[in-house]
């Protein structure tokens, strides 16, 4: 026995021991690249000159490599806040596209693409500035009737800012560094510009923003301001989250669907809960989902290698296929504009959506868009085919604004 023994305890133990050391030395490799690349930004004066495309850069690395999966979760659940703000859940009650069972799925997978597109194309392609220009025909009509107000528009863009740095911080395995919430603010700034955007409640709004971080900290504390003036207790704000919430848990078995919207539950702080009309967890759940959230950080700290750039997130095809059209690749809900493929229909997660009762790829004909979606025509049916002439003159514009430059000079 000891003959045995011996020897697998010799390299079994420092094996063991250096393990969680190697994976954590791996861990912060690639920030600290970055870092490197991008060291003509490590004063506050210098990342005043952070061009647009640099941000896309640094952002695209967090999102494909450092946190898929928090930051992705970020961003749908900074759209699911926006809710608890009566006059955006009344508009989106009377348009019915949120608040229907039949038209909740189609709405959460249309304004998935365009936030995908102007998020993981650089900001001066054509798919970027189509996707922003859609974006703002399909708001056009209701900013001009006043349905939906400037600050309704602010606030959302706050949201997708400031939700990806704050769950990053609370449940991922490291913190983001200076230069990357540099990148965001840059990022979103810009953004808000190609959506014409309005700054002007923001206290540098006329004056000019010095960095992405100013932008950063001003629009964080107008939007917490915002919250607790207008977050406030409304059935609107509970019908748009129900149908939200069971787009969100979609994907679960019947008998684990009451967790999953426990889970939900969890995830609100208590201002978007009380707004939302919902029930805090039980403190048991509230125990459970801790630890959980607290094991897969210690997991991906110390025993989970880096992702590998090969297995990098991508949830649309890289180029559109002869007819312009383009594919989503990763779905948790109904298979919008999902490519009916052999691996889409009969690959794992085909197997298991069809154990749970859901359709796949290519069923119920054209439903779902099997050809894949095309920028300008994405949104409701009955805006299909509808604002050529303004996207035209919109991506005119966007083309003299959106240059990839610095969206502080």
Not at 88 to 114: C, M, W
Request: net charge neutral; charged share 25%; with cysteine.
């Amino acid at each position: 026995m000891d003959f045995f023994s011996r020897p697998i305890l010799t390299y079994t133990v420092p094996l063991l021991v250096a393990y969680p050391v190697v994976v954590s030395l791996l861990r912060f490799q690639r920030v600290k690249e970055l870092q490197e690349k991008y060291k003509k930004y490590a004063t506050r004066e210098a990342m005043g000159e952070m061009s647009d495309d640099e941000a896309f850069e640094i952002q695209k690395q967090m999102i494909q490599l450092e946190f898929p999966f928090i930051y992705i979760k970020a961003l749908q659940f900074a759209l699911f806040r926006t809710y608890g703000i009566p006059t955006i859940s009344h508009t989106l009650t009377g348009t019915k596209q949120f608040s229907q069972p039949e038209n909740s799925l189609k709405r959460y997978s249309d304004t998935a693409v365009l936030i995908q597109e102007f998020v993981g194309q650089s900001p001066s392609s054509q798919r970027a500035c189509s996707a922003i220009a859609r974006t703002r025909f399909l708001h056009s009509g209701y900013r001009t009737s006043g349905k939906i107000l400037d600050s309704d528009m602010l606030y959302t863009l706050s949201l997708f800012a400031t939700q990806p740095i704050q769950f990053v911080q609370k449940y991922e395995w490291r913190n983001l560094t200076e230069l990357e919430k540099c990148a965001i603010g840059t990022f979103w700034k810009s953004v808000g510009d190609g959506l014409d955007i309005s700054y002007e409640s923001l206290p540098s709004g006329k004056t000019g923003f010095r960095d992405g971080l100013h932008w950063l900290e001003e629009i964080s504390v107008w939007s917490q301001e915002y919250e607790a003036k207008y977050m406030v207790p409304d059935i609107k704000n509970k019908e748009t989250a129900d149908q939200t919430t069971a787009v969100l848990v979609y994907m679960l078995p019947k008998f684990l669907v009451p967790v999953g919207m426990d889970f939900v539950s969890y995830m609100m702080d208590d201002r978007l809960r009380k707004a939302m009309m919902y029930d805090p967890p039980s403190p048991l759940y509230e125990k459970l989902f801790s630890a959980l959230l607290a094991i897969r950080i210690f997991f991906l700290r110390y025993l989970s290698l880096p992702r590998p750039h090969f297995l990098r997130y991508i949830s649309f095809s890289d180029h559109a296929d002869e007819n312009d059209r383009i594919f989503v690749t990763k779905w948790d809900a109904a298979p919008y504009y999902v490519k009916p493929t052999i691996w889409n229909r009969w690959g794992p997660v085909a197997w298991l959506t069809w154990v749970l009762g859901r359709p796949i790829p290519g069923d119920e004909s054209s439903k779902y868009y099997p050809q894949g979606y095309y920028i300008p025509d994405v949104g409701p049916k009955y805006f299909e085919g509808k604002g050529r002439t303004t996207l035209e003159k919109t991506m005119e514009e966007l083309k003299s604004s959106r240059t990839g430059g610095c969206p502080f000079h």
